[in-house]
């Protein structure tokens, strides 16, 4: 690949400048790097997450029509349930029924609405949490979503429906077992949800514009809704969309966004459904491929670990399940996803990279103790991922 940044930008207009873009030439520029200027970036992880086509013709009334469809989700899902909640203070002679708050029927609106509230606070929850290190998410977006946030409207927002549902602890408890623990020791989290400052009317913060895109993603699938960790999973690509340099793009971040996301999630989200765990599709298969090609790239350390009684599922649970957002600084997790989205076979380099993780601090796990060790992969050492990605290179040519 040739080396120099203008070079390099070079190479990926010239791609992207034909009419249909060419996904093989594509994937290899990608795979080293996407350059941030000009939104190259943006563009090709919509390229690579299949949320634009190759055919350039077709994107924008492409984009004019996904992005109208989330507007209709946001309408369905969020503004008409919250007049319906504003409206029952209002006139109560109306409500009947089907519409009391009291209605036993498991298909009442009520119902629903209190179920959502659930996973809603679950995912309020998460969200507040997303990369404590980096001010961003608690920042005001320039473009909050003027449909929910019409002074005009009386209605309820999210915001202040977490504000004032109570059903706290017994929704947040769902985590899976101990070991498998999602959050990591790298994030710190404030140690209480008040030193967030409020943000004035009208204006709202990052993390609440994922918080939507969670929710209604959730309704929409409520086969999966909300699992822990779905937000380590939106955060880097909300966060890559909202920076875009290109305005005209940042604008409807979180519609590109929610597209993106629900593409992506449809090739992992057999990780997260408990069900399939020990299917051929799901999280302990692959778990176990990273130790089968650890044994076939370095037996030795494969051995050791093996006779620690180390299971991939200590650690590697959680770098396979969010695709290593959580071992990483959040400009670090992009780079990787570079070289992931671009990947052909989806996230067959994944496995590669933890082999790599692996490998690379071999001569540290191999001298040390169960306890040290464990502490090593919970919190990995290494912070350069281009020295990671250049190793897991290296294994995927010599196969």
């Not at 209605?103 to 969200?127: A, M």
């Not at 005001?140 to 706290?168: A, G, H, M, S, W």
């Not at 090609?293 to 494969?302: A, F």
């Amino acid at each position: 690949a040739r080396g120099s940044a203008p070079l390099r930008i070079a190479d990926f207009q010239e791609v992207l400048g034909e009419p249909t873009v060419a996904l093989g030439k594509l994937r290899e520029l990608c795979f080293s790097g996407i350059p941030f200027d000009g939104g190259l970036r943006c563009l090709c992880w919509k390229i690579l997450l299949n949320y634009l086509p190759l055919e350039k013709a077709l994107w924008s009334s492409l984009l004019k029509k996904q992005r109208d469809l989330y507007s209709q989700f946001l309408k369905e899902m969020i503004i008409q349930p919250g007049i319906a909640k504003a409206n029952l203070g209002v006139s109560r002679e109306d409500v009947t029924l089907e519409d009391h708050p009291l209605n036993p029927n498991p298909d009442s609106r009520w119902n629903t609405y209190f179920k959502d509230n659930e996973v809603l606070l679950q995912i309020d929850k998460d969200v507040r949490r997303l990369y404590p290190d980096m001010a961003f998410f608690q920042r005001p977006t320039d473009y909050p979503c003027l449909l929910i946030l019409d002074p005009q409207n009386e209605f309820e927002t999210l915001r202040r429906r977490v504000e004032q549902t109570t059903l706290k602890s017994q929704t947040v408890a769902r985590n899976r077992s101990g070991v498998t623990n999602v959050s990591s020791p790298l994030k710190s989290t404030p140690s209480s949800l008040s030193e967030y400052e409020v943000l004035p009317n009208g204006c709202e913060a990052h993390w609440e514009v994922v918080e939507r895109i969670l929710f209604i993603y959730a309704k929409l699938n409520p086969g999966i809704a909300y699992v822990q960790g779905m937000n380590e999973i939106v955060g880097p690509l909300y966060y890559t969309f909202a920076t875009d340099p290109n305005s005209e793009w940042k604008e409807h971040a979180e519609a590109d966004t929610f597209f993106c996301f629900t593409n992506l999630m449809a090739e992992i989200r057999d990780n997260f459904i408990k069900s399939l765990d020990d299917s051929q599709c799901g999280i302990t298969y692959k778990m176990e491929k990273v130790y089968s090609t650890l044994k076939e790239k370095d037996v030795e350390l494969y051995l050791k670990l093996q006779e620690q009684n180390i299971k991939p599922q200590f650690f590697a649970f959680r770098w396979l399940t969010l695709l290593l957002s959580q071992e990483f600084l959040l400009p670090d997790v992009i780079r990787i996803w570079d070289s992931l989205f671009a990947d052909d076979k989806r996230f067959d380099f994944l496995l590669l990279v933890c082999c790599a993780m692996l490998t690379l601090i071999r001569d540290q796990l191999l001298e040390g103790d169960f306890t040290l060790n464990m502490r090593l992969l919970q919190d990995y050492p290494i912070s350069d991922v281009h020295l990671i990605l250049k190793k897991a290179k290296e294994l995927q040519d010599s196969k």
